[in-house]
Nanobody, 116 residues
Framework: VQLQASGGGLVQAGGSLRLSCAASGSIFKGNVMGWHRQAPGKQRELVASIGSGGNKNYADSVKGRFTISRDNAKNTMSLQMNSLKPEDTAVYYC???????????WGQGTLVTVSS
C-alpha cells in the first residue's frame, strides 16, 4: 500500500486547511485510515481515524474543530481542519492499518504550520 498525503501549508491561527491522502496498491476491506501528527520534540500522536465502515475517532484536542472523512470507492481520506491553533503545528502523516494482517503503512508526511 502506498499513501500520498497533500494539503499542508502555512495558515494563520483561526484559519482552515484540508489534508488529503490517496491510497494505492492492495487495498482491502477491514482497514482503518487515520491522521497522526508529530510536532518538534514530541512523540507522534493520533489526530483522527476512520474505519472502512465509517466509525470515527478523534483526539480530544481536535474534537469539534477537525473532521475526518473517506471515500472508499476512490481510496481517499481527508481531514478538514478548522479553527487552527499554533499548537496544531506539526508534520501530519496519513496511516493505513489493515486489521486482519496487522500491517501498518505510512504516508510521507505533510507540514502544517499555524502562525499566531
Amino acid at each position: 500500500v502506498q499513501l500520498q498525503a497533500s494539503g499542508g501549508g502555512l495558515v494563520q491561527a483561526g484559519g482552515s486547511l484540508r489534508l488529503s491522502c490517496a491510497a494505492s496498491g492492495s487495498i482491502f476491506k477491514g482497514n482503518v485510515m487515520g491522521w497522526h501528527r508529530q510536532a518538534p520534540g514530541k512523540q507522534r500522536e493520533l489526530v483522527a481515524s476512520i474505519g472502512s465502515g465509517g466509525n470515527k475517532n478523534y483526539a480530544d484536542s481536535v474534537k469539534g474543530r477537525f473532521t475526518i472523512s473517506r471515500d472508499n470507492a476512490k481510496n481517499t481520506m481527508s481531514l478538514q481542519m478548522n479553527s487552527l491553533k499554533p499548537e496544531d503545528t506539526a508534520v501530519y502523516y496519513c496511516r493505513y492499518f489493515h486489521v486482519a494482517s496487522g500491517r501498518t503503512y505510512w504516508g510521507q508526511g505533510t507540514l502544517v504550520t499555524v502562525s499566531s
